[in-house]
């Protein structure tokens, strides 16, 4: 059994940085992905990153302006936000699984956490 904790959501002006963090716990096992997805009200969960052990994955919407990253000896993995959008607006998800290296789609992780609050506002 794996369960993962979110932390780090927080309100910041347009323009402003958070840093998302899950740490990982229990059994792990293998080549894993792990990812952050969001959902915003009214609106599907989508995609926003994945780091595998061999590809780094971004939504189109977030690239050039967040950082996906693992600390593995740690079991915890990052998402640096910078420049952030009032459209980045949601909840946070991590998450993990063992589908295909840097998969985006929600039904490839098992695994998931409680969810952070990320608010931007303009």
């Known amino acids: 059994q794996v369960h993962l904790v979110a932390s780090g959501g927080g309100s910041v002006q347009a323009g402003g940085s958070l840093r998302l963090s899950c740490a990982a716990y229990?059994?792990?096992?293998?080549?894993?992905?792990m990812a952050w997805f969001r959902q915003a009200p009214g609106q599907e969960r989508e995609g926003v990153a994945c780091?595998?052990?061999?590809?780094?994955n971004y939504a189109d919407s977030v690239k050039g302006r967040f950082t996906i990253s693992q600390d593995n000896p740690q079991r915890t993995m990052y998402l640096q936000m910078n420049s952030l959008k009032p459209e980045d607006t949601g909840m946070y998800f991590c998450?993990?699984?063992?589908?295909?290296?840097?998969?985006?789609?929600?039904?490839?992780?098992?695994?998931w956490g409680q969810g952070t609050q990320v608010t931007v506002s303009s």
């Open positions: 229990g059994s792990l096992t293998g080549y894993y992905n």
């Open positions: 998450a993990l699984g063992w589908g295909l290296d840097g998969s985006l789609v929600r039904s490839d992780f098992g695994y």
């Open positions: 780091s595998s052990a061999r590809r780094i």
